[in-house]
């Protein structure tokens, strides 16, 4: 069974304990002891359950199980052992023990959607006295007089548990950092401290290399779509997609970023470009946000080839949908093939409508067979999307950015790429017509063919094809680094959802570890640990996980070494109920993001900071996670 199913059954078998337990004790109330007892041995079952599946989940991980078998369980159990030392008196002692049962099982079910993991002292004690103070309150409400001196040690006994509980839950507040087992101290090597926007990248291209420069305007517009449509985005120079912008690797790129009037202002990201710390564009971290009027210069030498992405990181939840994106293609020096057809095509949801490049219907090419045929695909948007390749057998060539390692052929096959993420498909052009379509749908895709053959119609018939597991495609190959490595660093990250802080409100945020951005420990490395990274996703959403400046290697899934081609990655999509486990090595010292890739889960507080020791920040107060 997947660990997401027994999440699910978990919170089930809470409900229907905690409905069943209060039935059972309402109708002893109204003396139908029958049928009360009847209902008391379903809830009896249902709280096995419960059991059941927490320890279940504690097999799939602590984390998983953590606050159900140390707080959750532990209540429920107390209460159902006072439901059958009481059950055969029958009466108000009996209706109290199976009421409690039920705020018991309620107050765990709480406990799982509204704190989870961790939860510690503090949390246990407040839910406690919480169930404490329904029982006080309904013992003296089915039985009107009992005796004073009982009722007034037990109303001291619960207010003291739960101010106890509160206290210690506003004086635990956790530490602000996480050396993940390393140096704790924060202190750099040497002793010198460096600020961000000092880390700075050559200035000049290699040798054999050139100059690049660009200037990007950011302003609102009105964009007609392939299809007639018009909507209001926001654009670079006015497309939305932005300029597509290439480079070769030793080139230096230059951009100079303008804002004439996007009010909250705006940034450039290079997504899965490992820039020096001053050109990330993360606004409170590595600059300011560039207000309207105001202008920014990010410079750096190409060193990776592949397919990457920009877009603003400024409210980029918002800003990143209205339009603010483009792609950044970086070739070889030497080429190994030259693709005379190579797109470089972005799908993005805009105002609705599905656009894959600028059209939001499909796009008809004629192409010659034989020609070497390279399709980029970037998702730039903050869900997944699942691809399909008609016509013709194919390659996943690249994943992030770099090349697989002896990819296999693919045919009748779904590709499923994370929000963010980039896939590069290659195929030699056949006789017949090829499709490329998104989401199962005939709307935007791409649709190829010699001259004299009509194009396909190809649509919802390849959604039933079954999708590529990227962990087990391709052939392994030697790796820097590997899971029998000795790591400097090891951190975990708990995705979930919960009540936390966000912008100074309580929210029901997207929290990593129980926590929302700003307050989630900042990770400490130093430069050159090796460090592994385990994300967990707890919830019911899928989180697109992407840290800057790095490229991650894959080391399992749900405890499945990645047998395949060596998987470089910088955007990784943990389903839920899914624990990865992925390495990196710290080489590109700076303050860099740590986030989801959902962008309104980022902006509710998915986010967090890898910080190198000694590196510190003047900027702050900018929407660096959101
Ligand atoms: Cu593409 Cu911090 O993001
Ligand atoms: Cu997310």
């Given at each position: 069974m997947?660990t997401?199913?027994?999440?699910t059954?978990?919170?089930?078998?809470?409900?229907?304990?905690?409905?069943?337990?209060?039935?059972?004790g309402a109708?002893?109330?109204?003396?139908?002891?029958?049928?009360?007892?009847?209902?008391?041995?379903?809830?009896?079952?249902?709280?096995?359950?419960r059991?059941?599946?927490?320890?279940?989940l504690?097999?799939?991980?602590?984390?998983?199980a953590?606050?159900k078998l140390?707080i959750?369980?532990?209540?429920?159990l107390?209460?159902v052992?006072?439901v059958?030392l009481?059950?055969?008196?029958?009466?108000?002692?009996a209706?109290?023990?199976?009421?409690?049962?039920?705020y018991?099982?309620?107050?765990?079910l709480?406990?799982?959607l509204l704190?989870?993991?961790?939860s510690?002292?503090g949390?246990?004690?407040?839910?406690?006295?919480?169930?404490?103070?329904?029982a006080?309150?309904t013992r003296?409400?089915?039985?009107?007089?009992?005796?004073?001196?009982t009722l007034?040690?037990?109303?001291?006994?619960v207010?003291?548990?739960?101010?106890?509980g509160g206290?210690?839950?506003v004086?635990?507040?956790?530490?602000?950092t996480?050396s993940?087992?390393?140096?704790?101290?924060?202190a750099?090597?040497?002793?010198r401290?460096?600020?961000?926007?000092e880390l700075?990248?050559?200035?000049?291209?290699d040798?054999?290399?050139?100059?690049?420069?660009y200037?990007?305007?950011?302003?609102?517009?009105?964009?007609t779509?392939s299809?007639g449509?018009?909507?209001a985005?926001?654009?670079?120079?006015?497309?939305v997609?932005g300029?597509?912008?290439?480079?070769?690797?030793?080139?230096l790129v230059?951009?100079?970023?303008?804002?004439?009037?996007i009010?909250?202002?705006?940034?450039?990201?290079?997504h899965?470009?490992?820039?020096?710390?001053?050109?990330?564009?993360?606004p409170?971290?590595t600059?300011?946000?560039?207000?309207p009027g105001?202008?920014?210069?990010y410079r750096?030498?190409?060193?990776?080839?592949?397919?990457?992405w920009?877009h603003?990181?400024?409210?980029?939840d918002?800003?990143?949908?209205?339009?603010?994106y483009?792609?950044?293609?970086?070739?070889?020096?030497?080429p190994?093939?030259?693709?005379?057809?190579?797109l470089a095509l972005?799908v993005?949801t805009?105002?609705?409508?599905?656009i894959l490049?600028d059209?939001?219907?499909?796009?008809?090419?004629?192409?010659?067979p034989?020609?070497?045929?390279?399709?980029?695909?970037?998702?730039?948007?903050?869900?997944p999307?699942?691809?399909?390749?008609a016509g013709?057998?194919?390659?996943l060539?690249?994943?992030?950015?770099?090349?697989l390692?002896?990819?296999?052929?693919?045919?009748e096959?779904?590709?499923?790429?994370?929000?963010?993420?980039?896939y590069?498909?290659a195929?030699?052009?056949?006789?017949?017509?090829?499709?490329?379509v998104?989401?199962?749908t005939?709307?935007?895709?791409?649709?190829?063919?010699?001259?004299?053959?009509?194009?396909?119609?190809?649509?919802?018939?390849v959604?039933g094809?079954p999708?590529?597991?990227l962990?087990a495609?391709g052939?392994?190959?030697?790796?820097p680094?590997?899971s029998?490595?000795?790591?400097d660093?090891r951190?975990t990250?708990?995705?979930d959802r919960g009540?936390?802080?966000?912008d100074?409100?309580?929210?029901?945020?997207?929290?990593?570890?129980?926590?929302?951005?700003?307050?989630?420990?900042?990770?400490?490395?130093?430069?050159?640990?090796l460090?592994a990274m385990?994300?967990?996703?707890?919830?019911?959403?899928t989180?697109p996980?992407?840290?800057?400046?790095?490229?991650?290697?894959?080391?399992s899934?749900?405890?499945?070494?990645?047998?395949?081609?060596?998987?470089?990655?910088?955007?990784?999509?943990?389903r839920?109920?899914?624990v990865?486990?992925?390495?990196?090595?710290a080489?590109?010292p700076?303050?860099?993001m740590n986030?989801c890739?959902n962008?309104?889960?980022a902006g509710?507080?998915?986010?967090?900071?890898l910080?190198?020791?000694?590196?510190?920040?003047p900027f702050h107060?900018g929407?660096?996670?959101?």
């Open positions: 997947s997401a199913t027994l999440v059954l978990d919170l089930a078998a809470a409900l229907v304990a905690a409905a069943l337990w209060a039935s059972a109708l002893t109330v109204r003396g139908r002891s029958r049928l009360a007892v009847g209902l008391a041995a379903g809830a009896a079952v249902a709280t096995s359950g059991v059941a599946t927490a320890v279940a504690a097999g799939r991980g602590w984390w998983f953590q606050e140390t959750g369980v532990p209540l429920l107390v209460a052992v006072a059958a009481t059950i055969r008196r029958g009466g108000t002692a209706a109290t023990a199976m009421l409690t049962a039920g018991a099982a309620a107050v765990g709480a406990l799982t704190a989870g993991y961790p510690g002292w949390v246990g004690l407040v839910c406690a006295a919480v169930v404490g103070a329904a006080l309150v003296r409400a089915l039985a009107p007089a009992p005796a004073p001196g007034r040690t037990g109303v001291a006994a207010l003291a548990v739960g101010l106890a206290a210690l839950s004086a635990l507040p956790g530490a602000p996480d993940g087992g390393g140096v704790a101290d924060a750099p090597p040497g002793g401290t460096v600020s961000v926007d700075r990248g050559p200035d000049t291209p040798p054999g290399g050139a100059v690049r420069r200037t990007l305007t950011a302003r609102r517009a009105s964009v779509l299809s449509r018009t909507v985005a926001w654009a670079f120079d006015g497309r997609p300029p597509p912008l290439t480079a070769t690797v030793g080139d230059e951009i100079t970023l303008r804002n004439a009037d009010g909250q202002g705006v940034t450039l990201h290079w899965g470009y490992d820039v020096p710390a001053v050109d990330d564009g993360a409170g971290v600059q300011d946000p560039v207000p105001g202008s920014y210069v750096f030498r190409a060193e990776q080839a592949g397919t990457y920009y603003t990181h400024q409210v980029s918002q800003g990143v949908r209205m339009g603010l483009g792609t950044l293609v970086v070739s070889p020096r030497v190994s093939t030259v693709e005379s057809v190579d972005p993005h805009l105002d609705g409508a599905v490049g059209r939001d219907t499909a796009e008809e090419r004629r192409v010659a034989g020609t070497p045929v390279r399709l980029r695909l970037v998702n730039t948007d903050s869900g999307h699942r691809f399909a390749l013709v057998p194919y390659r060539a690249a994943v992030d950015g770099t090349d390692n002896r990819p296999g052929e693919l045919t096959a779904t590709l499923r790429l994370a929000a963010g993420g980039r590069d498909l195929f030699t052009m056949p006789a017949g017509a090829v499709a490329l998104v989401d199962g005939a709307g935007a895709g791409l649709r190829l063919a010699p001259d004299g053959v009509p194009f396909a119609r190809t649509g919802p018939e959604a094809w999708e590529v597991d962990i495609y052939a392994p190959a030697a790796t680094f590997g029998g490595s000795r790591f660093r951190f990250l708990v995705l009540l936390a802080v966000v100074r409100l309580p929210a029901y945020a997207y929290t990593v570890d129980g926590k929302a951005f700003p307050s989630v420990p900042t990770q400490v490395v130093r430069a050159g640990d460090v385990t994300v967990v996703n707890r919830g019911f959403a989180h996980w992407h840290l800057h400046g790095h490229h991650v290697l894959v080391l899934r749900d405890g499945r070494p990645a047998g395949g081609s060596p998987l470089w990655m910088d955007t990784f999509d943990v839920p109920g899914e990865w486990v992925v390495a990196f090595r080489d590109n700076g303050v860099w986030h890739h962008l309104s889960h509710q507080g998915m986010a967090l900071h910080e190198y020791a000694g590196v510190t920040t107060g929407h660096g996670a959101g």
